[in-house]
């Protein structure tokens, strides 16, 4: 498993610090295959972050999903909320 980890103010509760862990299954891939792999997961983590973190006059726009609701790390659009 690649598990990263992201330290980060709560983005509900910015006074507070919160620990994530980010974990992916490793495919059996080498080299620059596993290179880029490994890269498009730190990418993935951070569009997670960041839609966590994004908000227009207090809408989270790309809030991304959570537990059961699908991939954390699928791009969501939440305009009407």
């Known amino acids: 498993m690649l598990c ?8 509900w509760h910015p006074e507070r610090q919160r620990t994530t ?3 992916f299954a490793v495919p059996d ?3 620059r295959d596993l ?3 490994v890269f498009d997961r730190l990418l ?3 569009r997670h972050e960041a839609g966590e973190f994004f908000a227009i006059d207090r ?6 999903n959570h537990q059961d609701e ?4 699928e791009l969501v659009e939440r305009w009407e909320t």
């Open 21 to 23: 862990q980010h974990m």
């Open 29 to 31: 891939i080498e080299g």
């Open 70 to 73: 699908g991939s954390p790390y």
């Open 4 to 11: 990263i980890f992201a330290t980060t103010p709560d983005s």
């Open 35 to 37: 290179i880029r792999w």
């Open 44 to 46: 993935d983590t951070e």
């Open 59 to 64: 809408r989270r726009p790309f809030y991304p």
